[in-house]
Every structure is written in C-alpha cells, then in structure tokens.
C-alpha cells in the first residue's frame, strides 16, 4: 500500500501547493487574507461549506455511531441538516442584509456593532473559543487515532497530530481563507468519492441491504429502532440536537462568514440546496458501513472498527485514498475553524490592519498549540462530542439572531445568552444536573430561550413600530 499512499498523498500535496500559490497575494489586505475577497461563486461556496460541515467526524463519527446507536442517527443528522438548509435561506438574506449596512470583519465585531456593547462580543468570541477548540480537537484526535492504529509503530499519536497542525499553519499562512476554501474543495470531492466506493464495499462484504438489516435484527433488533440499543435517541434528545445542528450558520463562525463572502444572495440559495443534496449523497453510505460494522465489529473499539472497515477490508488502492481522504478532511475542519477564531479575534481589534495581521496570525499559532494539548484529553465519541460543540454555541443564538433582525437589536437578549451559556457550562463541568426532571438540559434551556426570545423580539418589535 506504500506505493499507493505516496501517489494520493503526492498529488493531494501537489493540489494544495498549486491552491496556496493561486490563492497568494503580495499586497493583499487583511480583508482579502481573512475574508477571500468576499467574491465567491456557488460552486466553491457549496463545496466549502459542504467541507467544513461534514468533516472528519463524518467519515469517522458516523458509521460508529449507525454502528452502536443504530438507525437513529439518520434523523439525528440527515434530517437536522435538511431542516438547516431550509434555515440557510431565509437567514442569508437577513445576514447579508445586515451586514451590507454595518460591516463585517466576523461575527463578533459584527454584534459588537449591532448592539453598539463590547460585550456582545466578547460574549460571541468565548463561545466560538470555548466548543470550537474541542470541535478541533475531535477533528485532530480522530485521524490521529486512526493513523495510529493503521500504521502501528511508525509514528506516536502527538506527532500525527502535529503533522496535521504544521500543515494547517504553512497552508493558512501562505493562501488564507480562499486556500483554505480551495482546500475544502479538494477534500468535499475526495470525501464524497471515497465514502461510496468504502460504503458500497461495506455494504457488498454484508451481502447487500436486505442481508444486512436482517442480521442486525438478529443480533441486535435495538439497532434497528428507536430509541436505540443505548435509550441514546429519546424525542427530546431529537429535537434538541435538530435545534443544535439548525443553530450551525448563526452560531458557528467559520459557516457564519461563509455565508456573507458569497458574491451574490442568489449564490447563497443555489450553495443551500446543493448542501442539502450533498447532506444525502454523504450520510447515506456511512449508515452501510456502519451496519457492516455491526455485523463484524460489533465489540470492538472505536479505533480497531475504523482501521478494519475503511482499511483492512477494502482493496490496497481504496483504502490508501481512505488514508488520504481522511486526512484531508480533518486538514480543511481544522484549518477552518482555527482559521474562524482568528476572525473573530481579528475583528475585535482596533488598530492599523498590519498590526492587526500580526495579532491574527500569532493567535492562529497559539489557538493550534492549545488545540493539539486538548487533543491528546479527548475521548473517542466523535459525534457526541460535535453535538456538544453545536450546541454549546447555540445558546447565543438569539444575539446573532437579534443583530440580524433588528436596526437596533434588543439587549436584553445578551442576559438570556449569559445565562444559558453559563449554565450548559456548568453542567458539562457536573456541577449543576445536565438532566431537569428526565430531560436533557440542553432540551430545557432551548424551550426557555425559544419561548423567552420569542417574547422579547415581539415586545421590541412593537416598540419600534
């Protein structure tokens, strides 16, 4: 398989080189490093955004998680992204509008704006600080464990990771965000291609799908229904994780400013569907290989299911571009969301733009440093740990939501944010329940804030008029 390797891995390497020199500029500004220009197309904007939601914990969260919780993890995910596609629309228009009027460097200076309060966001940068750093780290500790286990004894798990980060820094360093959108470009095709032709293998080695989800009813019928072998899908768990995964383009910055560097609204729309459409054609073979893994790999660790199924089992040539294709993914999710936090800092500041750039891209550096420490702690439930991400940043959707919404957005909802935000932290630290009379906190906190938000947005509506 090393001839293979050195092949997808050249030309992979080949292809970032050629993105990061078309990607270069001499004189460029901040705004064209951190923003591309704000001039792009559908096409790339759909591949980039279609990158960076389904990532690394896609090709390896997913077929774990069909494989230990069944068939609820298609509604977790495939239905929650459709319903997020729906939301893109409606909130494109309204960002883009708003950011037309008052600017956009990220958004946090862009709430700080809106509301005309430092707070607002310094509150939206500790969030995305707080559940990105470990989104990262899922990305990272995922492929690291997987390369580990794949290639035992060649390299430890810290130097993979580091590997992956050095990368990340060359890359973001030289072409900013257009290479790093180049980027997802190449690993959306690769992700797409690879994830197929391993869940048609899967799927073929289980003897078709019929022959499949009759063995998994005889061995583990659980897996077949809700709630799931583990009681994981309960209604509320759905719902709370739908608010969450819908929440992604308010919330979660590195997609927040994807959606404002299209060139056009009508560009936004047509990315929309065709993330939907890619939504499908992703998730769907992971469900196969997932229910292979739980035909052959029903006990077995999260790290030795990944290296059988997507390696072991499948022909050399495949599962050298699985080594490759992983790789990429968790390269372009990193590289976007150290990237977004950037951003974010960036947009905070005041002061001269090269004196800003330098202050950007020394924080870049030091959010990778924490990042790769934090990797080394994390457990290996990837996509539990993603929904904790998401809805983590979810709790300060309402400012994002008033910023965009109202000329002069209601501070109130600052307090709401505060307060949920705290709260989901506490819990996550065990110091306050994270169940309220059977039902997940998150669960609670979202019909507080969605009830409470409503009323505040109404009354200051009617205020205004």
């Avoid at 705004?31 to 914990?57: E, Q």
Wanted: charged fraction near 10%; include cysteine.
């Amino acid at each position: 398989m090393t001839g293979w390797l050195i092949v997808f891995f050249g030309l992979f390497l080949i292809s970032l080189a050629y993105a990061s020199y078309k990607s270069f500029q001499k004189n460029r500004t901040s705004d064209d490093f951190m923003l591309a220009g704000s001039n792009i197309g559908s096409i790339l904007g759909f591949l980039t955004f279609s990158a960076a939601l389904f990532s690394a914990f896609t090709f390896m969260g997913m077929p774990d998680f069909f494989r230990t919780h069944g068939v609820g993890a298609w509604i977790f995910l495939g239905l929650s992204d459709a319903l997020m596609v729906f939301f893109i629309v409606w909130f494109g228009y309204k960002l883009r509008s708003r950011a037309h009027v008052v600017g956009y460097q990220g958004v946090a200076g862009f709430v700080q704006k809106c509301y005309q309060n430092k707070y607002a966001g310094i509150l939206l940068f500790i969030s995305s600080f707080l559940f990105l750093i470990p989104y990262v780290a899922i990305q990272i500790r995922g492929i690291s464990i997987f390369l580990e286990a794949a290639f035992p004894g060649i390299l430890p798990f810290w130097a993979w990771a580091s590997l992956l980060v050095g990368i990340m820094l060359i890359y973001s360093e030289i072409g900013g965000l257009k290479a790093i959108m180049y980027s997802d470009a190449i690993q959306g095709v690769i992700l797409l291609v690879v994830i197929w032709i391993i869940g048609a293998t899967c799927l073929s080695l289980a003897g078709g799908f019929e022959s499949a989800t009759q063995r998994v009813m005889e061995m583990n019928p659980d897996l077949t229904t809700l709630p799931g072998p583990k009681g994981l899908f309960t209604t509320p768990f759905l719902i709370a994780s739908s608010i969450a995964i819908v929440m992604i383009p308010v919330t979660q910055p590195q997609f927040t400013t994807r959606l404002v560097v299209m060139k056009s609204l009508k560009s936004v729309h047509r990315m929309a569907y065709a993330v939907g459409i890619f939504a499908i054609l992703v998730i769907l073979p992971t469900a196969f290989i997932g229910l292979y893994g739980a035909i052959k790999y029903p006990d077995s660790s999260t790290s030795d299911f990944l290296a059988g199924a997507l390696m072991y089992d499948q022909a050399v040539p495949v599962a050298a571009l699985a080594v490759v294709g992983l790789f990429a993914a968790c390269l372009s999710t990193t590289n976007a969301q150290i990237f977004a936090l950037g951003t974010e800092l960036r947009s905070l500041l005041k002061g001269g733009d090269k004196r800003n750039m330098r202050i950007t891209k020394l924080s870049i550096f030091v959010f990778s440093v924490i990042v790769l420490v934090f990797s080394t702690y994390m457990s290996d439930q990837l996509v539990l740990l993603a929904r904790v991400s998401f809805a983590g940043t979810s709790m300060v959707a309402p400012v994002v939501l008033g910023a965009v919404i109202f000329k002069k957005p209601p501070k109130s909802v600052l307090i709401l944010s505060t307060f949920a935000l705290a709260y989901f932290i506490l819990s996550l630290l065990s110091w306050v329940p994270n169940h309220v009379g059977g039902f997940p906190l998150d669960f609670i906190l979202y019909g507080i804030m969605i009830i409470t938000t409503s009323a505040i947005f109404i009354t200051h509506s009617k205020k205004t008029h």
